[in-house]
């Protein structure tokens, strides 16, 4: 075992009491592999499972099993007539399961994080049943303040980059604070608690995911 995956263990276990003081099931898993299969392990065959635009999600491997797998796989992109993904959305907020990843949480259990449309974040404050967040270690943050810096600083330009969205950090690299027609900055989420116990949950893993 590396120092570092040793670290990730120890301060996982702080994590958990943290998360689990405010109303988040969690688990921490060394690797993504582990990730994904604890994951599976939480959704029942049959099920509905919508999803948010989560590059760690797919770097685990757990968007192909639910697509390929026995599941009611509610895919945002399968039309691409505005009312048709109107309806779409609607299944997605009533699905059994949401799957995300966070932009960063904090040492205390918090969840923070920055969407453009707002459809991840709204998910994750209502709607589905269960709401499955993947991430790796690397998204830890002290504070609510340092969190909020990490997404602007080092996720949201190479996730505009990932969208194609005209905006100043995805030409320079770099956080503008821009008010662009393309920002995907526009909602800011920070979840302290699970008002409905155990209806998040969080799976951490010590291998590097998204951004």
């Given amino acids: 075992m590396s120092y570092l995956s040793e670290r990730y263990e120890k301060t996982a276990a702080t994590l958990k009491k943290n998360f689990e003081k405010r109303g988040?099931?969690?688990?921490?898993?060394?690797?993504?592999?582990?990730?994904k299969e604890q994951i599976l392990s939480l959704i029942p065959k049959g099920s509905s499972v919508g999803w948010g635009g989560s590059l760690s999600m797919e770097e685990a491997g757990v968007m192909d099993a639910i697509k390929n797998g026995e599941?009611?796989?509610?895919?945002?992109?399968?039309?691409?007539?505005?009312?048709?993904?109107?309806?779409?959305?609607g299944?997605?907020?009533?699905?059994?399961?949401?799957?995300?990843?966070?932009?960063?949480?904090?040492?205390?259990?918090?969840?923070?994080n920055i969407d453009g449309l707002g459809n991840?974040?709204?998910?994750?404050?209502?709607?589905?049943?269960?709401?499955?967040?993947?991430?790796?270690?690397?998204?830890?943050?002290?504070?609510?303040?340092?969190?909020?810096?990490?997404?602007?600083?080092?996720?949201?330009?190479p996730n505009a980059l990932r969208v194609g969205a005209d905006t100043p950090c995805a030409k320079t690299g770099v956080c503008a604070d821009c008010l662009s027609p393309s920002s995907i900055c526009c909602q800011t989420l920070i979840t302290r608690k699970s008002r409905i116990p155990g209806r998040i949950v969080v799976v951490l893993t010590g291998e590097h995911l998204g951004f």
């Fill in 24 to 35: 988040m099931e969690f688990y921490y898993c060394a690797t993504a592999e582990e990730a």
């Fill in 71 to 89: 599941y009611n796989a509610i895919d945002r992109h399968r039309s691409s007539d505005p009312q048709e993904q109107k309806r779409i959305y």
């Fill in 91 to 112: 299944e997605i907020v009533c699905a059994d399961f949401f799957l995300m990843s966070t932009n960063a949480f904090t040492l205390d259990g918090e969840l923070v």
């Fill in 120 to 157: 991840r974040v709204s998910c994750l404050s209502y709607g589905p049943d269960k709401v499955i967040v993947l991430a790796s270690m690397d998204k830890l943050c002290t504070d609510v303040d340092d969190a909020i810096r990490r997404v602007h600083l080092v996720a949201a330009p």
